[in-house]
């Protein structure tokens, strides 16, 4: 009797890579679709994973010859296989479904380049047809990968960069304009003959593509006839990584039939998913690129919602904070205190410290005429793609301590209660209004604005003033500083109008004099 437990699933997938690329061009599509049930195969392209000097010699038959090898191979095993191609690879899924009359299963097409017109393109690209007639050049000629990279999200865009910065050999930093020449007669090909593709077609595209438009998305659907098409609203090419890749990967499961929920195993969904190494990186790269720059706004969405940062020590920065509101707070202090001269200036490799991670800092701080240069440890707990815990211990305490307590006492107010002044205390309740639709005026005419955490501070009140308590949830898909500004909102929460009113008047006029 012949085990079924050794049987693979009846259902598998052909995964086919972009241009210069490899798997990491589909994401996490492999693991979302074996946790789903269905069996993912992939080949290495003809001239990939080695050097971009291999693509001079490659045509575009032998990268069709190549798939259409893998599909024979794969088909065998499967009574339904469906096939999926990213870029250059979504036209060469597109060409093969023709080419061998597919219907053992479903065709989708992540971002084909039917034609190269996307915003980032120059305006003399036509031009390549000229020097593809002048022997030699195309062969001598290269196009660089450059930013964006295809992708829109900032925080994975620089990790992209910092791994083509390190040398890492997951996409090819250039590849010869002989080898677009291929890409251009696959092109060609592809725009013939889509009436004989008969197999369900999903069709994703993202309106912001910048190596090519809508128009290659509307030219598939068009041609066609069992196909639906899928526009992406807040990604570039690259939309498996980007912005919209969990949109992605639940259109094309549920176009497979599958229930998105399924590519998350129970235990993962009860205890938060396992983070591979990859993961990590990314997230460790994020938080210190932020830390660097200075910019809160894009270091707040790598925090869990119930994350807890510990400050050690005895000043009044210290303290337990807990949540992702809590720590525009404690940011709002460094700041304010510090008038916003507070500065991450280096970040060490980090270190295993049991199940933590520590990241060494070396920061700065203006103290009077003098600079203050202190060192310092943060160390995280990682849970779930997401920093669950944070604990920042000075390696000079006592130094620390009285730095903050001198800065403290220097700003003359507690940034959290923002003390109403005697005058505009004064303000009568019928004059308040006029007063605050001034001071929103005037806020936009001082000589400076105003630092990063006290504008968030400002837009919180000016919100509750006039819309009352935040919705529970920013709007979906806001970007980092919105989800900032709208979680100080919350912190607002049963705040009178007219004490937000006073609350701002006093803010801006204690702007205005320097205080």
């Avoid at 992708?151 to 994975?156: D, G, M, P, Q, R």
């Avoid at 008969?198 to 910048?210: G, K, M, S, Y």
Wanted: net charge negative; charged share 25%.
């Amino acid at each position: 009797m012949r085990d079924s437990r050794a049987d693979p699933p009846s259902t598998g997938a052909l995964l086919i890579h972009g241009l210069g690329g490899t798997e990491y061009d589909l994401g996490s599509m492999h693991k979302i679709l074996k946790r789903a049930g269905i069996e993912t195969h992939s080949l290495t392209l003809p001239g990939h994973g080695t050097t971009p000097e291999d693509l001079l010699p490659v045509r575009m038959e032998d990268w069709l010859d190549a798939v259409t090898r893998k599909y024979h191979e794969v088909a065998a095993r499967h009574e339904t296989l469906h096939v999926m191609g990213m870029c250059l690879g979504a036209l060469l899924a597109v060409e093969l479904c023709k080419r061998v009359g597919h219907r053992q299963g479903k065709l989708v097409s992540l971002a084909a380049p039917v034609y190269i017109d996307g915003w980032s393109t120059p305006w003399y690209r036509g031009l390549r047809q000229l020097v593809y007639r002048i022997p030699g050049l195309a062969a001598r000629m290269r196009v660089e990968e450059e930013e964006p990279y295809g992708i829109k999200n900032e925080l994975v865009r620089s990790i992209v960069k910092a791994k083509f910065e390190r040398g890492d050999n997951f996409h090819y930093r250039w590849v010869p304009l002989a080898c677009v020449r291929e890409v251009d007669r696959l092109r060609r090909a592809v725009k013939q003959g889509l009436d004989g593709i008969t197999c369900p077609t999903l069709i994703v595209h993202a309106h912001e593509d910048e190596l090519t438009s809508v128009r290659s998305a509307r030219f598939l659907h068009a041609g066609i006839a069992d196909s639906q098409m899928e526009l992406l609203d807040n990604s570039y090419h690259m939309i498996c990584v980007d912005n919209d890749r969990d949109r992605v990967a639940a259109n094309i499961l549920q176009f497979m039939d599958r229930d998105p929920a399924s590519a998350q195993s129970p235990r993962a969904a009860a205890r938060g998913a396992p983070m591979g190494a990859a993961d990590i990186e990314r997230i460790l790269g994020a938080y210190r690129t932020s830390l660097l720059a200075g910019e809160f706004e894009t270091l707040f969405p790598l925090f869990a919602e119930d994350v807890v940062w510990r400050e050690e020590g005895d000043n009044p920065i210290c303290g337990v904070y807990e949540g992702r509101g809590a720590l525009i707070e404690l940011f709002s202090r460094l700041m304010d205190f510090s008038r916003n001269t507070f500065a991450v200036n280096a970040v060490g490799q980090p270190a295993l410290a049991g199940r933590s991670i520590a990241l060494p800092l070396r920061f700065q701080v203006q103290d009077g005429p003098s600079l203050y240069q202190g060192t310092s440890t943060h160390t995280l707990r990682l849970r779930n793609n997401a920093i669950t815990q944070v604990t920042a211990t000075s390696d000079e305490p006592q130094r620390e301590d009285a730095l903050w307590r001198r800065l403290a006492a220097a700003s003359g107010h507690e940034p959290e209660g923002d003390a109403i002044d005697a005058a505009t205390l004064a303000i009568n309740a019928d004059a308040l209004p006029d007063a605050f639709e001034a001071a929103t005026i005037e806020l936009r005419s001082l000589p400076q604005p105003p630092s990063a955490a006290l504008a968030i501070r400002l837009t919180a009140y000016e919100r509750q003033a006039r819309h009352g308590d935040a919705p529970p949830a920013p709007a979906a898909g806001a970007e980092p500083g919105e989800q900032v500004r709208h979680a100080a909102w919350r912190l607002l929460a049963g705040l009178p109008a007219d004490q937000a009113q006073r609350r701002y008047i006093a803010l801006v006029r204690r702007l205005d004099t320097g205080a």
